[in-house]
């Protein structure tokens, strides 16, 4: 029997084991094969145009191109307007007249989150032998059915809490009354208004900003008849102190409730910052970042740390349909989750009682203050309080503003430091002293004659440090003020402005810059700072916040000279015991130390801030009011109200 040539025998078995081996031929299909319409079709699925592919059903009944690509967009939904990134994974497997091949598909969703899957996209060879791929809605996601939509929702983390020195969080529950109006209840509505207006200014502290009424009667009028017509949510002890005369007006009805607020309305308000929902510019500046309803914080630190306060918000790949109003509602499927991840808090060094004794101590200051209290062994803040007439403004951080007689506690500690003077050193204080042409005065003009250095420091001698300034030098005044941490880089964990001290001027400027006048300029964090800098003997950089813990703080300072700086600590306990700070003397507690202070502003030496420095104990005060007069007959009974109010 005739047999076939060897060569021939192995054509044949090859071609047997292309057809009975069909479902592995990816190396038979050729560039007919089936991979092209999967990539045309993937193509197509991003660009929107898939007229280059065959389409049919599972039936197998043709499907046009353009209703492909409109469902596609359609199941799409909200992530329409982002087509993922289609890769094919390898060659289609074929079995006779069918192909599957598999597609990974990935989505980039909101915040840079990924949600990748693998789908089989099923092909069929058609009688023109060109290869068709089969649509249906799965092949989008393994839950869509026709109608569908993916949706997203975005479910919010837990924000964590800003934390007291301790370990506490500031911000708690708190109770609360919601003041609300019952429309129908209401017998004369500007009567009602002119009552609810008069009463909710006789709040004390005042509700900053005040409560707006003026829109109130055309709410009542659009509302329904009994409806609630919230008016005001107040703080249980404000709504305490004007019960009796807003509980019985006709109309008025009252909610108690509980809401995550600080300790008082004013606590370090300026520096925790608030939180709110998100407003049309966060929106607009971080449309990836926040949705309407989110909770932002906005100025302090619950804006400087919002992102790792807020946490990241979950987000989950819904599935939609249309119910019998036509209007989509979810189907209890969720192709994808990713889980939130809680806040992370920011503790602070704030201590609750040296907080509220420094915003009581302001309470009632209608002009633009600060208070900032150090503990001096460590540096932490233990108090930052802005008035009410700072409107928000951390005042206390960012002021800059010349320091007037409190940096004599500065030029006393360089002049010492230099030999120029002891305490005891008699220094005249002339009503007078003229640099250049220059008349530097005291305040009301006084004059001490020959008295010693001591008593031109606890008197505040404007003269006597004006003749003194030439023994400085040129830039003495900075080189000292640098040694007390002042115009260095600090990390504070907000904006704060470090100080600027005047150097390399002329005479008139130097006898200037002596008096804390001039280019000088300060914060009261920085007068705080320097101020426990010399209760110390060294400058640490002050410190707010424990965790995030600052970066890169600013390096320790170097031991100040033992015998200068004990001699300004004498001259700053005189000016409480026989000088401008005398209404500090019996403050209970430890010997209290200061120097007061009146810094001119302008040209016009009636227009002057008002100032304090000093310390008791463990801690360090600086009080600023802008336009408040004299040091001693405005910073210094605020001072007194603080120091009085701390814990024993």
């Given at each position: 029997?005739?047999?076939?040539?060897?060569?021939?025998?192995?054509?044949?078995?090859?071609?047997?084991?292309?057809?009975?081996?069909?479902?592995?031929?990816?190396?038979?299909?050729?560039?007919?094969?089936?991979?092209?319409?999967?990539?045309?079709?993937?193509?197509?699925?991003?660009?929107?145009?898939?007229?280059?592919?065959?389409?049919?059903?599972?039936?197998?009944?043709?499907?046009?191109?353009?209703?492909?690509?409109?469902?596609?967009?359609?199941?799409?939904?909200?992530?329409?307007?982002?087509?993922?990134?289609?890769?094919?994974?390898?060659?289609?497997?074929?079995?006779?007249?069918?192909?599957?091949?598999?597609?990974?598909?990935?989505?980039?969703?909101?915040?840079?989150?990924?949600?990748?899957?693998?789908?089989?996209?099923?092909?069929?060879?058609?009688?023109?032998?060109?290869?068709?791929?089969?649509?249906?809605?799965?092949?989008?996601?393994?839950?869509?059915?026709?109608?569908?939509?993916?949706?997203?929702?975005?479910d919010p983390a837990a924000r964590a809490a800003v934390l007291d020195g301790s370990?506490?969080?500031?911000?708690?529950?708190?109770?609360?009354?919601?003041?609300?109006?019952?429309?129908?209840?209401?017998?004369?509505?500007?009567a009602l208004t002119r009552q609810l207006d008069a009463a909710f200014r006789a709040?004390?502290?005042?509700?900053?900003?005040?409560?707006?009424?003026?829109?109130?009667?055309?709410?009542?009028?659009?509302?329904?008849?009994?409806?609630?017509?919230?008016?005001?949510?107040?703080?249980?002890?404000?709504?305490?102190?004007?019960?009796?005369?807003?509980?019985?007006?006709?109309?008025?009805?009252?909610?108690?409730?509980?809401?995550?607020?600080?300790?008082?309305?004013?606590?370090?308000?300026?520096?925790?910052?608030?939180?709110?929902?998100?407003?049309?510019?966060?929106?607009?500046?971080?449309?990836?970042?926040?949705?309407?309803?989110?909770?932002?914080?906005?100025?302090?630190?619950?804006?400087?740390?919002?992102?790792?306060?807020?946490?990241?918000?979950?987000?989950?790949?819904?599935?939609?349909?249309?119910?019998?109003?036509?209007?989509?509602?979810?189907?209890?499927?969720?192709?994808?989750?990713?889980?939130?991840?809680?806040?992370?808090?920011?503790?602070?060094?704030?201590?609750?009682?040296?907080?509220?004794?420094?915003?009581?101590?302001?309470?009632?200051?209608?002009?633009?203050?600060?208070?900032?209290?150090?503990?001096?062994?460590?540096?932490?803040?233990?108090?930052?309080?802005?008035?009410?007439?700072?409107?928000?403004?951390?005042?206390?951080?960012?002021?800059?503003?010349?320091?007037?007689?409190?940096?004599?506690?500065?030029?006393?500690?360089?002049?010492?430091?230099?030999?120029?003077?002891?305490?005891?050193?008699?220094?005249?204080?002339?009503?007078?002293?003229?640099?250049?042409?220059?008349?530097?005065?005291?305040?009301?003009?006084?004059?001490?004659?020959?008295?010693?250095?001591?008593?031109?420091?606890?008197?505040?001698?404007?003269?006597?440090?004006?003749?003194?300034?030439?023994?400085?030098?040129?830039?003495?005044?900075?080189?000292?003020?640098?040694?007390?941490?002042?115009?260095?880089?600090?990390?504070?964990?907000?904006?704060?402005?470090?100080?600027?001290?005047?150097?390399?001027?002329?005479?008139?400027?130097?006898?200037?810059?002596?008096?804390?006048?001039?280019?000088?300029?300060?914060?009261?964090?920085?007068?705080?700072?320097?101020?426990?800098?010399?209760?110390?003997?060294?400058?640490?950089?002050?410190?707010?916040?424990?965790?995030?813990?600052?970066?890169?703080?600013?390096?320790?300072?170097?031991?100040?000279?033992?015998?200068?700086?004990?001699?300004?600590?004498?001259?700053?306990?005189?000016?409480?015991?026989?000088?401008?700070?005398?209404?500090?003397?019996?403050?209970?507690?430890?010997?209290?130390?200061?120097?007061?202070?009146?810094?001119?502003?302008?040209?016009?030496?009636?227009?002057?801030?008002?100032?304090?420095?000093?310390?008791?104990?463990?801690?360090?005060?600086?009080?600023?009011?802008?336009?408040?007069?004299?040091?001693?007959?405005?910073?210094?009974?605020?001072?007194?109200?603080?120091?009085?109010?701390?814990?024993?």
């Amino acid at each position: 029997m005739h047999q076939p040539y060897p060569h021939h025998r192995s054509r044949l078995a090859a071609f047997a084991a292309c057809l009975v081996a069909a479902a592995t031929l990816t190396a038979c299909s050729g560039e007919d094969g089936p991979q092209r319409s999967v990539d045309a079709f993937l193509a197509g699925w991003r660009s929107g145009d898939l007229r280059a592919v065959g389409l049919v059903d599972p039936t197998g009944a043709k499907v046009p191109a353009d209703a492909v690509s409109r469902e596609i967009r359609e199941l799409s939904g909200e992530l329409a307007d982002t087509p993922p990134t289609l890769t094919r994974q390898g060659d289609p497997t074929i079995t006779r007249d069918t192909a599957t091949a598999t597609v990974r598909v990935e989505w980039t969703l909101p915040g840079d989150t990924r949600w990748a899957y693998e789908r089989p996209v099923r092909l069929t060879r058609g009688r023109d032998d060109q290869w068709q791929v089969i649509w249906e809605p799965k092949v989008v996601q393994e839950q869509l059915t026709r109608g569908d939509r993916l949706g997203l929702r975005r479910d919010p983390a837990a924000r964590a809490a800003v934390l007291d020195g301790s370990g506490r969080p500031i911000v708690a529950p708190r109770a609360v009354v919601r003041v609300g109006v019952q429309p129908d209840a209401v017998a004369d509505v500007g009567a009602l208004t002119r009552q609810l207006d008069a009463a909710f200014r006789a709040v004390r502290p005042a509700i900053t900003p005040p409560v707006d009424l003026s829109g109130l009667p055309e709410r009542l009028a659009e509302a329904e008849p009994g409806a609630f017509v919230e008016v005001v949510v107040l703080r249980d002890e404000a709504y305490r102190q004007i019960k009796p005369r807003i509980y019985d007006l006709p109309g008025t009805r009252f909610i108690a409730d509980e809401l995550d607020l600080a300790p008082t309305r004013e606590f370090a308000r300026a520096v925790l910052g608030t939180v709110d929902p998100a407003q049309a510019d966060d929106l607009a500046r971080f449309p990836d970042r926040y949705s309407p309803g989110d909770l932002v914080g906005h100025g302090g630190l619950q804006g400087r740390w919002d992102e790792r306060l807020r946490g990241t918000p979950g987000l989950t790949v819904v599935v939609e349909r249309p119910a019998g109003d036509g209007i989509l509602a979810p189907t209890g499927a969720e192709p994808f989750r990713r889980e939130p991840q809680q806040g992370r808090p920011v503790r602070t060094t704030l201590d609750p009682a040296t907080q509220n004794a420094a915003d009581r101590a302001l309470r009632g200051q209608q002009r633009r203050s600060a208070l900032v209290a150090v503990r001096i062994s460590d540096g932490a803040v233990l108090a930052a309080a802005n008035g009410p007439g700072a409107a928000g403004e951390n005042l206390a951080f960012t002021a800059q503003v010349p320091p007037g007689s409190t940096f004599k506690m500065v030029s006393a500690l360089g002049l010492v430091e230099r030999g120029a003077v002891t305490p005891d050193t008699t220094v005249g204080c002339p009503k007078t002293f003229t640099v250049d042409g220059r008349a530097f005065r005291n305040s009301n003009d006084f004059a001490l004659g020959a008295v010693p250095f001591r008593t031109d420091f606890a008197k505040s001698c404007n003269t006597a440090f004006a003749a003194l300034a030439p023994k400085l030098g040129p830039d003495g005044l900075a080189v000292t003020g640098r040694s007390l941490g002042l115009e260095a880089t600090w990390d504070v964990g907000l904006d704060a402005f470090t100080g600027r001290v005047s150097a390399n001027g002329g005479a008139t400027e130097q006898a200037a810059a002596a008096i804390g006048q001039g280019t000088t300029l300060v914060s009261p964090l920085a007068m705080a700072s320097a101020t426990a800098a010399v209760a110390r003997g060294r400058f640490e950089q002050p410190t707010l916040l424990l965790d995030p813990a600052p970066a890169q703080p600013a390096a320790s300072g170097p031991e100040l000279k033992a015998e200068a700086v004990a001699a300004v600590r004498a001259m700053m306990r005189e000016v409480v015991t026989a000088g401008t700070g005398s209404a500090l003397r019996d403050v209970p507690g430890g010997p209290v130390h200061g120097k007061t202070g009146t810094a001119e502003y302008d040209d016009d030496p009636a227009n002057t801030h008002a100032w304090f420095v000093g310390w008791q104990d463990d801690v360090a005060v600086a009080v600023f009011v802008e336009r408040g007069g004299s040091g001693s007959g405005t910073a210094v009974p605020i001072a007194e109200r603080f120091l009085r109010a701390l814990p024993r």
